[in-house]
């Protein structure tokens, strides 16, 4: 019996930042889903009715979890598609002749659907670059370059490269007082960081459930503050944007009163169906207990970067960094050698270019971390 049977399931899982998990996820969400198979398979009049109801607790769950109002958040396959339905529906008066300001550290996919956006839109979009030899974009650099030209800035919550966690509430401010409207993408922080978007006073979210929340790819929201919501009219729009979804006049065309204007056709009640058991159990935990034992093993994961000699790229103060770990890797060692050899000892985390990106969560432990360092010592002595 080799050492990965031998050690507790998940207790050497760090990719909560790709890919969450809870206890007994598995089963779950197979029951979850053999539910809606049964909804969606019966020879009755009832499988619309019950799917939407499918998909009404699953937005519930997400406005317990953000605090978020009635009527503000609705569903995305993703982020993209959600930020996308919220560009795609300002008005030109908005956009044109304006800047749109970015980090260079957003994720990649957000970035690459504004740069395709601005010349049809009329916007040109500002991107704040990383200083020489930084791993994320300073919050002073951001308002540095936020003026009043700028009419939508999007933050970052918690960068996906660096686990640098942005101080949204000076950000939020410093856009307010100059007439921006300013979204936040929580894709790397919710369910791990405390987050409410009446407190923080953000004009839109857009985050995705499979990560910290330890849903399902395919079950992303999006989040439009009140106020915002009149103004905005989707391009990308179908049945399920009308105030009522079964009308077929096709004269008669009116937007949903609320945030499912952003809906648009069919929507993917899959997605939502299979993350419902991982937003039930997250419901049920305490927060501030998840929090806790995320950052007590984070700790640990820097003392054991410091044994081993590796370069440190998150903030080392848990208050300016979300739940991961990212560790600078020698040069000389090859990343897909290295993760062959963690795999080996049931240690699971993945790189990005010289990052090694390490993400403990509910279900990793310290024996976990031991393991870990067992691995990755043996795998740097043998690339000396």
Known sequence: MNEQTLAEPGSGYFLYHSIGVFPDKARLTANALAEFAQIWGTADDQAWPASLRLKERFLERWRDCIDAPP????????VTTALYSLVGSLPDATLKGRRLLIAADCFPSLHFLLSGMAERRGFMLETVPLRSGEAWVRDEDLMARWTAEVAVALLTHVTSTASHRSSLDALIAHGHALGSLVGVDITQSVGIIPFSVTRTDADFVVASTLKWLCGVAGAA?????????????????????????????????RYAPDARRFDHGTPSIVACAASLPALEWHASQDPAALLAHTRELGESLIAMAQELKLELISPRSAEERGGSIMLRLPDRVPAQTLLDALRAT????????????????????????????????????GHR
């Not at 009527?71 to 993703?78: E, I, S």
């Not at 699971?348 to 393991?371: C, F, K, M, Q, W």
């Open 71 to 78: 009527g503000t958040l609705t569903t995305a396959d993703n």
């Open 221 to 253: 929201v999006l989040y439009v503050k009140h106020p915002l919501l009149k103004e905005c009219r989707p391009e990308l729009r179908g049945w399920f944007s009308q105030e009522e979804i079964f009308s077929w006049d096709l004269e008669g065309f």
């Open 346 to 381: 049931g240690s699971y985390a993945d790189v990005r270019g010289h990052a090694l990106r390490l993400s403990p969560g509910n279900l990793t432990t310290a024996e976990g971390i031991a393991r870990l360092e067992k691995a990755l010592s043996d795998a740097l002595r």
